[in-house]
């Protein structure tokens, strides 16, 4: 079992930052691939970036790009989401979510989520 625990989300202003951070812990974490989801009021849960096993690969929504980047620290086994020129339409809750490499690709494990809100 994979345990995540996030936390960074917050209270900003249109244009500022924020940087989530989940960390992993249950697994060797270079088995895992990670994924940043959001979800905001009343909408579907969607796809915001990933990152594979070692780093080496990543890939995020066009809504996000240019803007946010994702990226790992095996020795925290962490993950971590710089968000940039954040928009009101960025406002959701955020959750890691992580996949066994060999596995059948899909994110097994999730995060409890950690609220982003951004005024306008």
């Known amino acids: 079992q994979v345990q995540l625990i996030e936390s960074g989300g917050g209270l900003v202003q249109t244009g500022g930052s924020l940087r989530l951070s989940c960390v992993a812990s249950?697994?060797?974490?270079?088995?895992?691939?990670m994924g940043w989801f959001r979800q905001a009021p009343g909408k579907e849960r969607e796809f915001v970036a990933s990152?594979?096993?070692?780093?080496?690969?990543?890939d995020y929504a066009d809504s996000v790009k240019g803007r946010f980047t994702i990226s790992r620290d095996s020795a925290k086994t962490a993950v971590y989401l710089q968000m940039n020129s954040l928009k009101p339409e960025d406002t959701a809750v955020y959750s890691c979510?992580?996949?066994?490499?060999?596995?059948?690709?899909?994110?097994?494990?999730w995060g409890q989520g950690t609220q982003v809100t951004v005024s306008s």
């Open positions: 249950g697994r060797a974490f270079s088995s895992l691939s």
């Open positions: 990152i594979n096993w070692s780093g080496s690969n990543t």
């Open positions: 979510a992580a996949r066994p490499v060999m596995g059948s690709g899909s994110y097994l494990y």
